[in-house]
């Protein structure tokens, strides 16, 4: 039997056996590679995402701290880089290293971009880099699609708040709507009304949805009992605990927008809680000012196995920081799907001084 490069498995095992080894093979997988890859996998991306939580949830994973780039003249903007490892059956290690420079969108331009960096397991060497800006946007999303239907009181259905109306945002909607979830309407809100308005022509001319663009944040909050806040804030500023008393459900992906009297009166799901409670996100905040966890209700696993008993009185509020595992286990997917399609660009000799001698 020949391996990918030529090399017999019986050959390859004699040169293991000698203590001789060849790098292995180095891939580019591009992005409109990965675009394809996960429009025609979206099943498969779903089960990635929630793989990759299972495992973490076991202790199968290594998750450290995320390390920012910030730039003094510059406080909007920085590059993050997400180092972590996932086995069980995935078996890689790697890095997302993702930029956020919210001037871009000026220009017309993506806020974020990212790259992928996948090592083998054995040896360490890396194996592949994935244009990862999509595959970060689809791993909040459907993480956050995942959530949502497992922490809702009356899941799928009901009416869509949306506060912030970027890429994030539009991608989480485009989860759950492939999740079958049935919208009667969608409230949106945007500091600029601009981006809210094209939020909304995207509703009606692609998914055919009634879209509602409010000038009052508090109404498209009270009007909903889905809520998605995806903005750029860095400080909370949410902190009328009245305009959750329909207690809905909240995916708080941008982890700033609340302020910590709201998260305190609300049943708390993260994704990690060390993570989650950390570089002043609300639930940070919160944490600082009680002087304890007791508000975190649980994680998504603890969701998912069923460890955690949800109250009806009270807002459920999502706030996940976003794992490098997760990040992981849809790259590793979109890369073994791309190399079993012919679609990855192998680089030969990238490594071409590996030998000890």
């Not at 450290?64 to 730039?71: C, I, K």
Request: negative net charge; proline residues 5%; charged residues 20%.
């Amino acid at each position: 039997m020949e391996t990918e490069t030529g090399t017999s498995i019986r050959d390859t095992v004699r040169q293991e056996n000698n203590g001789v080894r060849s790098a292995p093979s180095f891939f580019v997988v591009p992005g409109a590679t990965v675009k394809r890859v996960m429009d025609d996998h979206k099943s498969e991306v779903f089960d990635a995402v929630e793989t990759a939580y299972r495992l973490h949830g076991s202790g199968q994973s290594v998750n450290p701290d995320s390390y920012f780039l910030r730039y003094p003249d510059k406080p909007s903007s920085r590059i993050i880089a997400l180092p972590a490892h996932l086995g069980g059956q995935v078996q890689k290690s790697g890095i997302k290293w993702i930029s956020s420079f919210p001037e871009n969108r000026s220009s017309n331009l993506a806020r974020a971009s990212a790259v992928l960096i996948l090592n083998d397991p054995t040896t360490g060497y890396p194996i592949a880099c994935i244009e990862a800006s999509l595959i970060s946007a689809t791993r909040t999303a459907a993480s956050a699609a995942l959530a949502a239907e497992n922490i809702s009181p009356d899941p799928f259905k009901g009416t869509l708040g949306v506060i912030g109306t970027g890429v994030i945002a539009r991608t989480t909607v485009e989860w759950l709507l492939f999740r079958k979830w049935k919208f009667n309407k969608v409230n949106l809100y945007d500091v600029d009304r601009g981006e809210a308005e094209q939020f909304g022509n995207w509703l009606r001319d692609v998914h055919d949805l009634e879209a509602v663009i409010h000038d009052r944040l508090d109404d498209a909050v009270t009007e909903s009992s889905l809520i998605l806040f995806a903005t750029t804030t860095l400080e909370p500023y949410f902190s009328d605990e009245k305009l959750f008393s329909h207690s809905p459900t909240v995916l708080h992906l941008s982890l700033r927008d609340i302020c910590p009297n709201v998260i305190l009166a609300s049943q708390n799901i993260v994704d990690d809680v060390e993570h989650s409670l950390k570089a002043k996100t609300s639930l940070h905040l919160a944490e600082m000012e009680v002087g304890n966890r007791d508000f975190v209700a649980g994680t998504l696993v603890d969701v998912l196995e069923k460890k955690v008993e949800f109250v009806n009185d009270r807002p459920r509020i999502f706030s996940p920081f976003g794992l490098g595992v997760l990040d992981l286990g849809v790259g590793n997917f979109v890369y073994e799907a791309a190399r079993s399609a012919g679609s990855a660009m192998e680089l030969p000799h990238f490594f071409s001084n590996s030998s000890r001698w």
